[in-house]
Every structure is written in structure tokens, then in C-alpha cells.
């Protein structure tokens, strides 16, 4: 089940977090600190940008966002993480389709995404879904964009 996360999802946020805080994932996703702290400002302040979760039963195994709606950007900007342990299941396919079905219905023109260029099953994944390559960043990052007709 995949569902925009609430006030009261804090505590199963926090425990994704400090689960998913390791260096293997934090190497690829830097957006936030993976910490209570996070969780906090994300469940409890008011915005307009979009987190959603996909869960198994009471525990968090991906997060999804489309953020900078809330400082005034038309495209937003997709990110996305899954537990570490939950890799291959289909989660980060089935959020990145739920954040373009949702970026469409919220009338987005497009979203845009950074991917390192070192992780290949990532970029494949975003590719598969509909993301096109704009351009090679100098820190080797791939910045790439998805039309919502």
C-alpha cells in the first residue's frame, strides 16, 4: 500500500530512518539527515510538498517525495529511498509511478530527479518509467526530467 504520510506516522518514519541510515544508502540519497529529527519535520509541518510511503503492514520499506513546491518551484523534485533490505521487490517501482500519477494529477509540467551515474539499476528504473537524461552534472550526477502530459 502506497499513502501520503501523516502526522501520525512519525515513529514508524523515524525507525525507516534510522534503519536505512547507513552508508550504503546515504552514499546515493543525501536529500535530509535520516534522523527523528527529519521524521518530525516532515510529519508534523505544514506543506506543499508530497512525501508518501509504501508499506508492509505497520512498517514504512520505501519513501517516496515530490518536494519544492514549498519554496515556490513549478517542477518538482523526486526522491526516493527503499529499505535497504527490501531491493528488487518492485517498491521504487511502484513509488516512482505513484509520484508521476500524482505529479500529473497536481498538474506538474514535469518532475526532475539527480541520480548518480554509478547506480545503474536506478537510472535503468528511471529510464523504464519515463525520465530522460537533460544533462551530466559536474559532480557525475545525471539530472533528468519526466514529462506529465
Partial sequence: MIREIAVTDEAALAAFFEENNRPEVTAHFHPFPLD???AHRICGEPRRDRYFAAWDYDAIVGLA???????GYETPSFGI??????????HGRALTSHALTLAKELR????????????PRAVALYERSGFRTAETLPDGRLLMFAECP
Fill in 36 to 38: 527523528a529529527a527529519t
Fill in 65 to 71: 517525495m515530490l518536494r519544492g513546491w514549498d519554496e
Fill in 81 to 90: 529511498i527503499v529499505d535497504h533490505r527490501r531491493h528488487g521487490r518492485g
Fill in 108 to 119: 506538474a509540467p514535469r518532475v526532475r530527479l539527480t541520480v548518480h551515474a554509478d547506480n
